[in-house]
């Protein structure tokens, strides 16, 4: 599975920004996928995430701010990023559990400025 992310960059504190990740193969299949971030000098975090089902999950920090959708028709999910803070700012990567293999985008930059 490829995954290849879009939709980051600049923006001010309490903007919004829309990230999408296009999957190589239908969503539909995909046991799950997710939206994990990492700011410099920190580890990888979960941000959100989604499986087949619908189901979704979410960081505490992002609740309510953040929400993640998958659109199977394009083969994509997006992640709707709102009220944003400058603590958001990361390198944003897409993932994919399928198969019994984890599957990683390349990232995209997300800074927000105060």
């Known amino acids: 599975v490829q995954l290849v992310e879009s939709g980051g960059g600049l923006v001010q504190a309490g903007g919004s920004l829309r990230l999408s990740c296009l999957a190589s193969?239908?969503?539909?299949?995909?046991?799950?996928m997710g939206w994990y971030r990492q700011a410099p000098g920190k580890q990888r975090e979960l941000v959100a995430t989604i499986t087949s089902g619908g189901n979704t999950n979410y960081a505490d920090s992002v609740k309510g701010r953040f929400t993640i959708s998958g659109d199977n028709a394009k083969n994509t999910v997006n992640l709707q990023m709102n009220s944003l803070k400058p603590e958001d700012t990361a390198v944003y990567y897409c993932?994919?559990?399928?198969?019994?293999?984890?599957?990683w985008g390349q990232g995209t930059q997300v800074t927000v400025s105060s």
């Open positions: 193969r239908s969503i539909f299949i995909i046991n799950a």
């Open positions: 993932n994919a559990f399928f198969g019994n293999t984890l599957y």
